[in-house]
């Protein structure tokens, strides 16, 4: 079973776990934190119990306290966390960094990973993150529908936030949490983001994407 958790449709109070379940919570990290909707949608779930791995994906730059939070969520309503992983995804906002991944090396990996999670006997687990977490930070990139714009509606139905208004497919700028989503699942390549400012985040986090990272297992 697949629970969506970027779905603004679902309520999420209705999904109950059992001890004997086995879970994959997974999120990506923005500003090295978990999506703050994500972890309040994942606080209406009851785990009861239920093991759980935790998978923060990342663009290649650094997760830093996403894993820990989440491990806190996942904790909070009623979860048994048994492994955490940082999973290297292309940058959604900046696509020169990881592009490609995960590739077929990396796919390799996260089942190898998979096969030691299930051999593992105990519950404890030792996650890097730091409490407090750091401070959330916007990426501050709103899309906009350009004259491509065919109003076909489909970056209003992907917004995991609601953030689009059905008539004139522009984004509120409060709700907008510069997920890209709307960007990726336009079918005429029609909404766009301000280009300096993508060319000053990608300045700003090039250092940091300057080598290849692996994704890596905490058990
Ligand atoms: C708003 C935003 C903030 C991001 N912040 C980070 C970050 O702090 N570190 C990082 O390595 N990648 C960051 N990324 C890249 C995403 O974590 C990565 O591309 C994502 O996990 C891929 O999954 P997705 O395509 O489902 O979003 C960010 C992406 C977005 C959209």
């Known amino acids: 079973m697949t629970i969506d958790l970027s779905n603004p449709n679902s309520d999420f109070s209705d999904i109950s776990f059992t001890k004997e379940d086995m879970a994959v919570i997974a999120m990506p990290s923005f500003g090295g934190r978990a999506p703050a909707i994500a972890i309040e949608r994942l606080g209406r ?51 020169k960094y990881a592009s490609g991944r995960p590739d077929s090396s990396d796919e390799k990996q996260l089942a190898q990973f998979a096969k030691q999670i299930a051999g593992k006997k105990d519950c404890a687990v030792s996650i890097p993150g730091n409490r407090p977490y750091k401070k959330p930070g916007g990426a501050g990139l709103v899309p906009k529908p350009s004259k491509d714009c065919v109003k076909c509606g489909a970056c209003a139905k992907s917004c995991p936030v609601s953030a689009i208004d059905p008539d004139n497919f522009s984004a509120n700028a409060k709700k907008c949490i510069s997920c890209m989503r709307c960007m990726k699942n336009c079918p005429h390549n029609a909404r766009k983001v301000n280009g300096t400012m993508v060319s000053i985040a990608a ?17």
């Open 203 to 219: 300045m700003a986090i090039k250092k940091a994407c300057s080598t290849s990272k692996e994704s890596e297992l905490f058990l």
């Open 45 to 95: 779930i009851a785990g009861n119990g239920a093991r759980c791995t935790l998978v923060a994906v990342y663009g290649n730059r650094a997760y830093e306290d996403t894993l820990v939070e989440m491990e806190d969520a996942a904790k909070k309503c009623g979860f048994q966390v048994v492994a955490a992983i940082a999973a290297v995804a292309q940058h959604s906002i900046i696509s």
